[in-house]
């Protein structure tokens, strides 16, 4: 199942709701968020700097976490960025496919 991190800056209200609720209830509403797409939370972190938030989800395709990004985002709460991860055995095969047909642009 792919995994994906999810990098979070909370908006005014998110701070606020985190401030009124704590940040277990936060993670685990996020989990049950995830677990009902029929995927997994893996990590959740709190951190200091422009970012508020890091998750790492598996989850079952790029269209679920699409759907994730784009409910959460709706409501407000927070801005997100979702990165897809990879794992060495996927970069493996990506380095083993063999594109013929790219031609670099000449400079």
Same mark, same amino acid.
């Given at each position: 199942?792919p995994?994906?991190?999810?990098?979070?800056?909370?908006t005014?209200?998110?701070?606020?709701g985190?401030?009124?609720?704590?940040?277990?209830a936060?993670?685990?509403?996020?989990?049950?968020?995830?677990?009902?797409l029929?995927? #997994?939370?893996? $990590?959740?972190?709190? *951190?200091?700097?422009?970012?508020?938030?890091?998750?790492?989800? /598996?989850?079952? &395709?790029n =269209?679920?976490?699409?759907?994730?990004?784009? #409910?959460?985002? $709706?409501?407000?709460? *927070?801005?997100?960025?979702?990165?897809?991860?990879?794992t060495? /055995?996927?970069? &493996?095969? =990506?380095?083993?496919?063999?594109?013929?047909?790219y031609?670099?642009?000449?400079?």
């Amino acid at each position: 199942m792919p995994k994906y991190l999810v990098i979070s800056s909370l908006t005014q209200e998110g701070i606020r709701g985190t401030l009124n609720e704590g940040g277990t209830a936060r993670r685990e509403a996020i989990r049950r968020a995830t677990e009902s797409l029929g995927g #997994t939370l893996e $990590a959740f972190y709190y *951190a200091f700097g422009e970012s508020d938030l890091y998750s790492i989800v /598996e989850l079952p &395709d790029n =269209a679920t976490a699409a759907a994730a990004s784009m #409910t959460i985002g $709706a409501a407000g709460v *927070a801005r997100n960025t979702t990165v897809v991860l990879l794992t060495p /055995e996927e970069m &493996d095969e =990506a380095r083993n496919k063999n594109l013929q047909a790219y031609v670099p642009p000449r400079t």
